[in-house]
């Protein structure tokens, strides 16, 4: 099992539509969670951090659920711009030990 | 904008060249790292400083030699390099010494190895 698994999609999705990725974990002892977006031919930005409690910016929503393992991310009111792959980003023992998903492609439709 | 700069942007060598690529920071960030992402996949972990010592290397081949000349320099030596070596090198920070820090990337050097 690999450790952080991602469907890497594409998911193809109207403007205004919401969408909602999920990512699992397999190390129970993982401590910070991340999502980024990249875009093409781009680096990797930091979208945002994942709380315990849930966290919320604007359009966007992030999740942890712990007790299984996984981590989701919701976008609603799809924008063009918002079409980037989004990766799951999951660190363990410290800052050091990074593990990054394959990533989920999105791509906004007129 | 990015508050960690790299460069160059592009780079194309050949396989005997040797070459480096830099990578600067100011956010008193005391933890660095070298990525390396080829198309379609994610970045894959190469070196990491910390508090400027090599604290990890993921088995990374010898023509690749990192080196972290002070907290805000992190440069990546390159010699002898194959043509699969060829990929977008990104270098990152994060503040160090506890878990809720990500990762700060710079732009991005696109590698040509011919």
């Known amino acids: 099992r690999k450790e952080v698994e991602q469907d890497p999609g594409p998911f193809n999705v109207p403007e205004g539509a919401t969408v909602a990725f999920n990512c699992t974990y397999s190390?129970?002892?993982?401590?910070?969670f991340f999502w980024y977006r990249q875009d093409c031919r781009k680096e990797p930005k930091l979208l945002m951090s994942?709380?315990?409690s849930g966290n919320e910016d604007g359009r966007f929503t992030a999740q942890l659920n712990r007790a299984s393992q996984y981590i989701s991310l919701l976008i609603r009111d799809s924008k063009l711009s918002d079409s980037a792959t989004y990766l799951c980003?999951?660190?363990?023992?410290?800052?050091?030990?990074?593990?990054f998903g394959i990533g989920t492609k999105l791509q906004v439709i007129p | 904008d990015t508050e960690v700069t790299q460069t160059p942007k592009h780079l194309v060598m050949g396989m005997t060249n040797k070459k480096s690529l830099k990578c600067e920071q100011h956010m008193g960030h005391r933890a660095m790292y070298w990525y390396k992402q080829k198309a379609k996949k994610p970045p894959e972990l190469m070196f990491v400083?910390?508090?400027?010592?090599?604290?990890i290397n993921e088995s990374v081949p010898s023509r690749f030699s990192p080196e972290c000349p002070n907290s805000s320099l992190l440069n990546l030596h390159l010699h002898a390099l194959q043509p699969e070596d060829s990929a977008l090198y990104l270098c990152a920070s994060s503040q160090g010494g506890g878990d809720w820090s990500p990762l700060h990337f710079g732009n991005g050097t696109r590698l040509t190895v011919t």
């Open positions: 190390n129970s002892a993982s401590q910070s």
């Open positions: 980003v999951v660190t363990s023992g410290g800052y050091q030990k990074v593990t």
């Open positions: 400083y910390s508090y400027e010592k090599l604290s």
């Open positions: 994942v709380y315990s």
